[in-house]
């Protein structure tokens, strides 16, 4: 029998085939956790199983049939970690109708449907669970090229907040976790060139980019029994980008 903070404890995460929903699985599976992963990608689905030896549903969250599929499939959630999310960077004046969408689509929509699938089922069963929106520091300063995720991701926290309002009386608490820069493939294809990293990275006291395990790592204590006290709030993991 598996042992640690979250052992007999099943843990819907989505986005989990790759970068910081990969090592959000890892690291809550290292915990004790039953990981329920979804991802669109079934390879990457496959290979976190080989891992971690997780239950795996293929998906694609654009799609809201896609979404009451997962819900139905994932049977007993006792957490639900919403990492899932795209970016599509355009300039502001560029930015497409079809950009903005499917990044709304995703980030925001995509874990308002989840949400209220998974919560539902707590309300009726009377469990206390816990959900954490993987959002981003996007949501709280502008970054160039990013109108569309900046959006999403500040809609994502105000979301956060109603979702905490409403569901807190009956015992679920709901936060964000709001990265800076992770290299993730995602990260990479959006700050790999030192030219637009450089100036990203001399705003942030610390002097690099966050890891993934280090956002897994919060992700872990929102959802813990540590944070029990902690609702409605948007935790920052920048080292310091917004102090500046």
């Known amino acids: 029998m598996s042992t640690g903070r979250f052992s007999q404890q099943r843990i819907l995460v989505t986005g989990a085939g790759k970068g910081i929903g990969r090592e959000i699985a890892r690291r809550l599976a290292a915990e004790g956790a039953e990981i329920i992963a979804v991802s669109r990608t079934p390879a990457d689905l496959a290979s976190l199983a080989d891992d971690i030896a997780c239950a795996t549903i293929p998906g694609d969250l654009a799609d809201a049939d896609n979404i009451r599929r997962i819900g139905e499939a994932a049977g007993r959630v006792d957490f639900l970690v919403n990492n899932a999310g795209i970016s599509i960077p355009e300039p502001f004046l560029q930015t497409t109708a079809a950009a903005f969408d499917a990044t709304i689509a995703i980030n925001v929509r995509g874990a ?3 949400s209220q699938i998974i919560a539902k089922g707590w309300i009726a069963r ?4 816990v959900i954490v929106n993987v959002s981003s520091q996007a949501s709280l300063a502008a ?4 109108s569309a995720y900046c959006a999403s991701k500040g ?3 105000a979301l956060t907040r109603v979702m905490a309002l409403e569901l807190g009386p009956h015992g679920i608490r709901v936060n964000t976790v709001n990265p800076t820069v992770t290299l993730t493939p995602m990260g990479a294809m959006a700050w790999g060139d030192a030219a637009k990293s450089g100036p990203m990275l001399e705003k942030i006291p610390l002097g690099r980019f966050a890891a993934s395990s280090e956002v897994a790592a919060v992700v872990a204590f929102l959802l813990s029994s540590d944070a029990a006290m902690i609702n409605g709030i948007s935790l920052p993991v920048d080292g ?5």
């Open 112 to 114: 308002l449907l989840l």
């Open 126 to 129: 009377g469990h206390a669970g």
């Open 143 to 146: 970054l160039r090229d990013h």
């Open 155 to 157: 809609a994502l926290d």
């Open 240 to 244: 310091g980008f917004l102090a500046t």
